[in-house]
């Protein structure tokens, strides 16, 4: 019983850090759309964006 509980809590570790991951992901994804649109910084030209990425 006690292996199985054990079990269960790396079980709920790993799902946790798997749903920040995931989280993190997310916000670099959304961070790299604001930077081609340009809007990260107030820059109005995306281009310079995408070439210093």
């Given at each position: 019983?006690?292996?199985?509980?054990?079990?269960?809590?790396?079980?709920?570790?790993?799902?946790?850090?798997?749903?920040?991951?995931?989280?993190?992901?997310?916000?670099?994804?959304?961070?790299?759309?604001?930077?081609?649109s340009?809007?990260?910084?107030?820059?109005?030209?995306?281009?310079?964006?995408?070439?210093?990425?």
């Amino acid at each position: 019983m006690f292996e199985y509980e054990l079990h269960e809590a790396r079980a709920t570790e790993l799902h946790r850090q798997a749903a920040e991951r995931r989280l993190a992901r997310e916000a670099a994804k959304a961070d790299k759309k604001a930077r081609k649109s340009g809007r990260v910084h107030g820059r109005s030209h995306g281009r310079q964006w995408v070439k210093a990425a």
